[in-house]
């Protein structure tokens, strides 16, 4: 089964700009998750979604790729039937003509 989460959009500190580091930005969060379903156990996406944003708030990372790099311990962790892992964080208003995006998949095949 894949479970994909599109555009989780919230406030949270990242960056190495100072003003990034003083002012909450807009992150929106894209990530397609692949596990094993089998006997009625699933993953649940609510949850999933609340711990993609969670870790990014909390982090406060300097580097979009430190944030990816937790992202993905973190919900291998939560949700060990979890295959393989796409992630893409993006700040969508951190420049005026376009979208910054930093992307990354892992297996645990």
């Not at 039937?81 to 420049?95: G, R």
């Amino acid at each position: 089964m894949k479970i994909s989460i599109r555009a989780l959009r919230f406030e949270a500190i990242l960056g190495v700009l100072e003003f990034e580091r003083l002012t909450p930005q807009t992150i929106e969060i894209d990530c397609e998750i692949a596990y094993s379903y089998m006997d009625g156990e699933y993953l649940d996406y609510s949850k999933a979604a609340e711990v993609l944003a969670a870790t990014v708030k909390d982090g406060k990372f300097l580097l979009i790729e430190d944030a990816l790099e937790e992202l993905f311990c973190k919900m291998r962790k939560i949700f060990p039937k979890i295959e393989t892992i796409e992630i893409a964080i993006s700040k969508p208003d951190i420049l005026p003509n376009c979208r910054v995006c930093v992307s990354d998949f892992r297996s645990f095949l």
